[in-house]
Structures are given as C-alpha cells and as structure tokens.
C-alpha cells in the first residue's frame, strides 16, 4: 500500500525520556490517517501512543512494535467559515445549507484566513449549534477579519510513552493510494 504525506506543518520527532510521556504539537486532520513509526538507536521494546485532544498515555494504550509502522485512523472533521463573531471568544460561523460536523468535545484549528490572528492552533469548542461554533480563543484585538478561504478542523494530539533509551516516534498525516 502506497502513503503520500499530507501535512502543511512539519510534526517534530518525540523522543521521550524513559517512562515520561511526550505529546506533539496539534494536529489539523486533513485525512484523518495517521502514521506512527517507531525507532531506536539501540535496542528497542517499541511504545505507547493514545490520540485525542488532550491525550494521556499509558502502558495499556495503543502498542507500536520496535521500528514499527502503524496507520491509525481518526475521525476527520472540516467546515468552511462563512461568518466570524471576534471577541473574548471567537464564533464561527458556518454556511446556511451546510451543518455543523463537529462534537461539543473537540478541539478546532482554524487554517487558510487571509487576516493575521485568525488563523489559531487546537482550541476546544464552548458551545455549539447547527450552523457554528464557539471556540476558546480571544480574537477581540482582531477588527474586520478576512476569512475568505478560512476552515475550521478537528485537531489532535499524540502522546507517547517508551520503556527504552533513544526510542522515537515519527507522525505524519498520510492518504493511502489506490495506484499512482
């Protein structure tokens, strides 16, 4: 099976001390997959690593064998701005004929907005309806924002966990491909 990476941003290589859990930067799904690998530059037992928004891991969550390769697959959500209210928090707001995909209990990245300042990382949702959400994010410095080409994404975290010295742990959102 082919991958191709799809990520806009670079997710930094974790290397966790010893029995001390490491989490990545947020993550903005476009496709949803992603793909751990693990490697050591000594002898390895592989590791742990739990996905979510604010992800806590342990020695019972997901296992990757020693310079292994996994593909999980997370739920991917996306909605085009249409309408932004700024303020002490931020409301964004969808188009009419569309619905809102996201859960009271995600977290949202917002990408592509022509304004500087708009554009934020992994905030989670205070409140939501059919057609927007309010999000945790204080845009109030933030007058007549540009939202043309502005999304809105479910973002997330990975946590990692190893047992070994010099284990790390590779992550970068992947599609599958039929052919090429």
């Known amino acids: 099976m082919a991958t191709k990476i799809i990520q806009d941003t670079v997710i930094p290589r974790i290397t966790p001390a010893v029995g001390i859990a490491s989490t990545s930067v947020a993550i903005a799904l476009k496709s949803g997959y992603l793909r751990i690998t693990i490697g050591s530059t000594g002898n390895s037992a ?3 690593v739990s996905i979510g928004t604010n992800p806590v891991v342990n020695r ?3 296992h990757v064998v020693p310079y292994g390769t ?9 909605q085009v701005i249409s309408g932004i209210i700024t303020g002490a928090t931020t409301k964004l707001i969808f188009d009419q004929n569309v619905s809102n995909p996201f859960e009271s209990t995600d977290y949202i990245t917002i990408i592509g ?3 500087a300042g708009i554009n934020t990382t992994h905030n989670s949702i205070l409140s939501l309806d059919d057609s ?3 999000i945790n994010f204080n845009s109030s ?6 939202i043309t080409g502005a999304s809105a994404y479910r973002s997330v975290k990975v946590a990692c966990l190893t047992d070994d ?5 590779n992550i970068s959102e ?5 052919s090429e």
Not at 165 to 169: E, G, L
Not at 174 to 178: I, Y
Request: aromatic share 10%; proline share 5%.
């Open 70 to 78: 996994d593909i999980l697959k997370e739920t991917m959500r996306r």
């Open 60 to 62: 019972n969550c997901f």
């Open 113 to 115: 907005a022509a304004t």
């Open 46 to 48: 592989g590791g742990y």
């Open 141 to 146: 410095s933030i007058s007549s924002p540009n």
């Open 132 to 134: 927007s959400v309010t």
């Open 165 to 169: 010295p010099s284990t790390f742990f």
């Open 174 to 178: 992947v599609v599958t491909l039929v």
